[in-house]
Nanobody
Framework: QVQLVESGGGSVQAGASLRLSCTAS????????LGWLRQSPGKEREVVAA????????YVADSVKGRFTISRDTAKPSIYLQMNNLQPEDTAVYYC????????????WGQGTQVTVSS
């Protein structure tokens, strides 16, 4: 099973930027999509961005398109979420997670990192 460790959250003012990192270990990432998901109280969990590792296909949710960018470093291996022009509605716990090839569900999660954006 892939182990995931996130870092990079924090508390910022609206308009600021943060970069989240997720380092993976213990598995062959070619079998997975790696994603950033967020969860805030009273809202449904949302897939913010994802990378299908083998083909380097990326996905970014419409709600953050133009502000958030997902990238990867195959050597580490890690994925990153660059978040620009953060807004209060981006406040959430952000999780790095893996979705096995052929599955519709993210089944393996990191511990999460809190992002708080104040106006």
């Amino acid at each position: 099973q892939v182990q995931l460790v996130e870092s990079g959250g924090g508390s910022v003012q609206a308009g600021a930027s943060l970069r989240l990192s997720c380092t993976a270990s213990g598995g062959n990432l070619s079998y997975y999509t790696l994603g950033w998901l967020r969860q805030s109280p009273g809202k449904e969990r949302e897939v913010v961005a994802a990378i299908y590792w083998a083909a380097f296909k990326t996905y970014v949710a419409d709600s953050v398109k133009g502000r958030f960018t997902i990238s990867r470093d195959t050597a580490k291996p890690s994925i990153y979420l660059q978040m620009n022009n953060l807004q209060p509605e981006d406040t959430a716990v952000y999780y790095c997670a893996t979705k096995p090839r052929g599955s519709n569900e993210y089944t393996n999660w990191g511990q999460g990192t809190q992002v708080t954006v104040s106006s």
